[in-house]
T-cell receptor, first 112, second 111 residues
Framework: GDSVTQKQGQVTLSEDDFLFINCTYS??????LFWYVQYPGQGPQLLLKVTTANNKGISRGFEATYDKGTTSFHLQKASVQESDSAVYFCALGDSGYNKLTFGKGTVLLVSP | EAAVTQSPRNKVTVTGGNVTLSCRQTNSHNYMYWYRQDTGHGLRLIHYSYGAGNLQIGDVPDGYKATRTTQEDFFLLLELASPSQTSLYFCASSARVGEQYFGPGTRLTVL
């Protein structure tokens, strides 16, 4: 079945630092990949969707890309702010059953 | 106005107790989902549904039942709660693959 691996459990940065979070995936179908963000005390919310290799999803200053050759996908932001502190999940979509397989999440802590 | 609501927001029960978690969505979405979130495990799918009366098994269904009574309402039932079911539970709805809208969560503690 589908699987997603998100190894970075926690990332600690200072404001204006560069953010890079990586996930790898395994699927037998054409992948549709997502990034969700969860702010403290809230449910996750969709941040970005990437449907085609080498295409980028961009939202709120975040950029997502994926590499079909290495079956990996990335979330990056050029300059993080304290308000970006949250948990970031990568997810792989299953179009046949309309469900998602989530990674374990990366806690981002940004200090001012 | 919140489109996915959950109740209760917090629940404490004892081992062997019965618990029902409720979810309502006003998005007019066909799909609804129940997840649990645990440190070190991320979000794991328990059950989901694509319409009233339909139920699909998720990835971690053991110990859980679910029922979709209407397009709006999806319930998660724990008939013999165990401490291992202590968790943060989220409900979500969706109309398109991957674009899910989550509720605020229910924190369940089983003593």
């Amino acid at each position: 079945g589908d699987s997603v691996t998100q190894k970075q459990g926690q990332v600690t940065l200072s404001e204006d630092d560069f953010l890079f979070i990586n996930c790898t995936y395994s699927t037998t179908t054409y992948p549709t990949l997502f990034w969700y963000v969860q702010y403290p005390g809230q449910g996750p919310q969709l941040l970005l969707k990437v449907t085609t290799a080498n295409n980028k999803g961009i939202s709120r200053g975040f950029e997502a890309t994926y590499d079909k050759g290495t079956t990996s996908f990335h979330l990056q932001k050029a300059s993080v702010q304290e308000s970006d502190s949250a948990v970031y999940f990568c997810a792989l979509g299953d179009s046949g059953y309309n469900k998602l397989t989530f990674g374990k999440g990366t806690v981002l802590l940004v200090s001012p | 106005e919140a489109a996915v609501t959950q109740s209760p927001r917090n629940k404490v029960t004892v081992t062997g107790g019965n618990v029902t978690l409720s979810c309502r969505q006003t998005n007019s979405h066909n799909y609804m989902y129940w997840y649990r979130q645990d440190t070190g495990h991320g979000l794991r799918l328990i059950h989901y549904s694509y319409g009233a009366g339909n139920l699909q098994i998720g990835d971690v269904p053991d110990g859980y039942k679910a029922t979709r009574t209407t397009q709006e309402d999806f319930f998660l039932l724990l008939e013999l709660a165990s401490p291992s079911q202590t968790s943060l539970y989220f409900c979500a709805s969706s109309a398109r693959v991957g674009e899910q809208y989550f509720g605020p969560g229910t924190r369940l503690t089983v003593l």
